[in-house]
């Protein structure tokens, strides 16, 4: 059977003017509109030197995230430059002149016994293994996410109170097996310095201030490396300080999240 359409049949057209839909067929998509006159424009797409430079600050911001700054983290910021100067120092000075600062701020006993103070800061200023060292990093970045949750003043105080406890942690026994018989004279002379306890604290504190699903996974890695450090069995007191340090720095998770108080930068 033939489908044909009667013209005296047909549909008005519509009041609008658009022609109506044929009937029997699929239906058809309606006509586009030019857009008025005074819409706004679409914003242009950045190419080029605009788009890279965009994609620079872009990348400029999130490293401020990260790295230490003069205003946003000061502790960090000065501290580090303060690692920087003293790491140029024993990558070129002669090495006899190396040794003998090392062994001047050494925190092993028998300076803890003459000076305490002294040694304390100034094992501080010194990194084992030079600038480049894991723990040079793991300084810059974790120090700088403290600082920017807690303030200069609490970063300051669980890197001060992780370095000064297990270093004391360490090096009494020490002192007391000598005295006791159980370790020789030149025990007495271990040399010992570095940031790696104060790191460590940091850490800890730091773990306690980030989000349970975060928090749990970072202290479980970072203990377990701790761990495997010590069952190395390479040196086992610096070993010990370090999972000392660490739970100086958990120990401190109520103080950090308590809000302003004896450490806040607020008194």
Not at 82 to 94: D, K, Q, R
Not at 168 to 193: F, N, Q
């Amino acid at each position: 059977m033939e489908r044909t359409a009667d013209p005296e049949a047909a549909a008005p057209p519509r009041p609008d003017g658009a022609p109506r839909p044929l009937e029997g067929v699929p239906r058809q998509r309606p006509r586009l509109e030019a857009a008025p006159a005074d819409a706004p424009a679409a914003p242009p797409l950045l190419v080029g030197p605009g788009a890279a430079a965009a994609l620079g600050v872009r990348w400029g911001d999130r490293l401020r995230r990260v790295l230490p700054g003069p205003r946003r983290t000061p502790f960090t910021f000065w501290y580090a430059l303060v690692l920087v100067l003293t790491s140029l120092v024993t990558e070129y000075a002669p090495a006899s002149v190396v040794d003998a600062l090392y062994r001047s701020s050494s925190t092993d006993v028998a300076h803890l016994v003459r000076d305490p103070v002294r040694v304390l800061a100034g094992s501080a200023l010194w990194i084992a293994g030079g600038v480049v060292s894991a723990y040079s990093l793991c300084f810059l970045l974790v120090l700088t996410a403290l600082e920017l949750r807690t303030g200069a003043r609490r970063t300051a105080g669980v890197f001060l109170l992780g370095h000064v406890v297990a270093t004391l942690a360490t090096e009494v026994p020490v002192g007391l097996a000598v005295l006791a018989g159980r370790l020789p004279a030149g025990s007495l002379h271990r040399l010992d310095y570095g940031i790696s306890f104060g790191v460590a604290a940091s850490v800890g504190a730091l773990c306690g201030l980030l989000r349970p699903w975060l928090r749990w996974p970072a202290l479980t890695v970072f203990a377990g490396m701790l761990l495997d450090d010590l069952a190395s069995f390479t040196d086992p007191m610096t070993s010990c300080g370090h999972l000392i340090a660490l739970a100086v720095g958990v120990g401190c998770w109520p103080v950090l999240r308590r809000g302003p108080g004896l450490w806040s930068d607020d008194r």
